[in-house]
């Protein structure tokens, strides 16, 4: 019966123990009442970081912008190309340029804004990929070995040379380890050997070097000191009431199938450095992005400052015409009527404007930007303040003079010079070293262990002389015992260990760095075939940008010379206001 009521009471308790489990409940707060809605509001505060740091003085003593209302320039800033080279160069920190041509990249600033510090270029980067580091370090089992390394390297997961060089540094181990031991035992009284209540002191002391070398053979010297101390009846049991045992051991581990040879085992320092030369390459890429920028931005405001002179003449001479046309319709003379002086003036306005777009650019997202949005555009670029007082002017003026390139030699250069495709290149032998440690997995790993070990045992540790007492005689020395040689110890070991049955993870990774290896071969060939046409496109270019700016040489003396004319015939009124304004229209 008693056992029946004490069943049915647990059966009761879990049920209800599950059902009030089951129940949400509000959780209670000591003077609280329930309302957290604070508790959101501090929450989802915006906090500012605890950080300052000066600003640079272009930041902090930056003029106000240059504009059509305030164009008050206090002095001109004349320089020639080699000089916004250099000063973009010393200011470049952080690489101001991104991929793509100029005319798609659009705002550098915006573009600059948005980008993360994992996203820009800057000087430190070769510096930061050559010092990155493991964050686990090496690693080493209780005894002091260093742990051979698992699974294939992958460049990705590759480190600094340093870091990837340190695995071949030798480690040092110890541990120490104390016990006292106070506890009954189940024998009896009339044993001698086994006391009732056992009492000991035990300690450990382990000190060992481990390093791997570039065969992949681990050699460790190790050295363990161990004091031992009970009450077991001496006589019966022990020689001594207590005894030191020092040990001084070589142990020896070589792999023999999987991760053996110098080929294998320098593969990760291998990619390391390919790692560090293709964050040169890159460096390299941003660097002369960033000149062809700062150039481009040089020639640009150059044409603008072209761009603003031309504008000029036609707004000056548009002003001469109507002048004239206004003057007529004073007087009443023939071409004064009043629809040759309103047209004359739109064509003034016209050619204001045109000042104006000319100076200050347009507002549409991608027009030109004008003189001053040049101007400032090439600030940006060589890391100065978009305004400090002074306007930059271009004194270079290029080359007038045609230059011819072979085909064949500007292409070979190209292709040896281009660092996209060294870069490229790299990522292919990266590819190839990558293949040789996944093939070198599909091997057993075999590894052979070797020790030889020295023993010594007495009464005590050490002393400063020898006295020549053996163990286990009271008074002898472990240390003299162990240098004396009369123990030595060896041991031989056979680790293997096939991999998994059918393979099927390594042939997997063989198969996938295969592929990205052909990959990556395929990607430099279109490289060199885009690089091909890049250069094709730049020739082209440069031939017909030739023929084009004599063309236009010649339009532009037609032109000049229709206007004379057209301002003769219209001053003698032989011909209409239409005339002379379409031809200062073409001019312009």
Not at 200 to 223: E, M, P, Q, Y
Request: net charge negative; charged share 20%.
């Amino acid at each position: 019966m008693t056992r029946q009521l004490t069943t049915h009471l647990a059966l009761m308790l879990t049920l209800l123990s599950l059902v009030t489990g089951c129940h949400p409940t509000q959780p209670f707060y000591l003077q609280e009442d329930g309302d957290l809605s604070h508790y959101l509001d501090t929450a989802q505060q915006i906090e500012q970081p605890d950080y300052d740091q000066a600003s640079l003085d272009e930041v902090v003593q930056s003029h106000s912008p240059f504009m059509l209302s305030n164009f008050e320039i206090d002095e001109t800033w004349d320089l020639s190309l080699e000089e916004c080279v250099s000063i973009a160069l010393q200011n470049s920190k952080i690489i101001r340029t991104v991929g793509g041509t100029q005319q798609l990249r659009g705002n550098f600033a915006a573009t600059i804004m948005s980008t993360t510090s994992e996203g820009s270029t800057s000087v430190y980067d070769p510096a930061i990929v050559e010092s990155t580091t493991n964050p686990t370090g090496q690693v080493v089992d209780s005894q002091g070995n260093r742990v051979q390394q698992r699974g294939a390297a992958r460049a990705n997961q590759t480190v600094g040379v340093e870091d990837a060089l340190a695995e071949f540094d030798a480690q040092f181990f110890s541990a120490f380890n104390y016990s006292q031991t106070d506890r009954p035992r189940n024998t009896s009284n009339q044993n001698p050997f086994n006391p009732l209540i056992f009492q000991a002191t035990d300690a450990n002391f382990l000190a060992a070097v481990s390093k791997r070398t570039a065969t992949g053979s681990i050699f460790t010297f190790r050295g363990t000191t161990a004091y031992s101390r009970n009450n077991i009846p001496i006589g019966l049991g022990r020689a001594l009431p207590s005894d030191w045992t020092q040990t001084i051991e070589a142990e020896w581990t070589q792999p023999l199938l999987r991760n053996r040879g110098t080929q294998v085992n320098r593969i990760p320092v291998i990619l390391a450095r390919t790692n560090a030369d293709i964050s040169l390459a890159d460096f390299e890429t941003s660097v002369r992005n960033l000149v062809l920028d700062v150039e481009n931005a040089y020639w640009d405001l150059h044409t603008s400052y072209r761009s603003l002179e031309t504008a000029k003449t036609g707004r000056d001479s548009a002003q001469v015409t109507w002048k004239n046309t206004y003057l007529k319709s004073e007087a009443g003379a023939t071409g004064g009527d009043a629809q040759a002086e309103a047209q004359s003036r739109e064509q003034y306005y016209f050619f204001r404007a045109a000042v104006q777009t000319a100076l200050a650019g347009s507002n549409v997202q991608g027009q030109d930007p004008g003189l001053l949005g040049r101007e400032r555009q090439l600030r940006f670029l060589m890391g100065l303040a978009p305004s400090d007082g002074r306007l930059i002017r271009p004194i270079d003026e290029p080359t007038m003079a045609p230059v011819e390139f072979q085909w064949h030699d500007v292409q070979g250069e190209a292709l040896f010079r281009s660092p996209e495709l060294r870069r490229q290149k790299w990522r292919i032998k990266q590819r190839e070293l990558e293949l040789i440690s996944a093939r070198n997995q599909l091997l057993p790993e075999l590894n052979v262990s070797g020790v030889y070990r020295f023993v010594g045992v007495g009464d005590e540790l050490i002393a400063a002389e020898r006295n020549g007492i053996i163990f286990p005689n009271p008074g002898s020395r472990a240390w003299e015992v162990l240098t004396g040689g009369d123990f030595q110890e060896a041991g031989l070991r056979v680790d293997f260990t096939p991999p998994a049955f059918g393979a099927r993870r390594e042939l997997a990774r063989v198969r996938n760095v295969q592929l990205s290896m052909v990959r990556e071969q395929a990607l430099l060939e279109d490289k060199e075939l885009a690089l091909t046409h890049q250069l094709s496109d730049a020739l082209v270019g440069l031939d017909s940008h030739y023929h084009l700016v004599q063309t236009h040489f010649q339009r532009w003396i037609a032109s000049t010379k229709e206007v004379n004319a057209a301002e003769l015939l219209v001053d003698r009124g032989k011909a209409p206001i239409d005339i002379l304004l379409d031809a200062q229209r073409r001019r312009a």
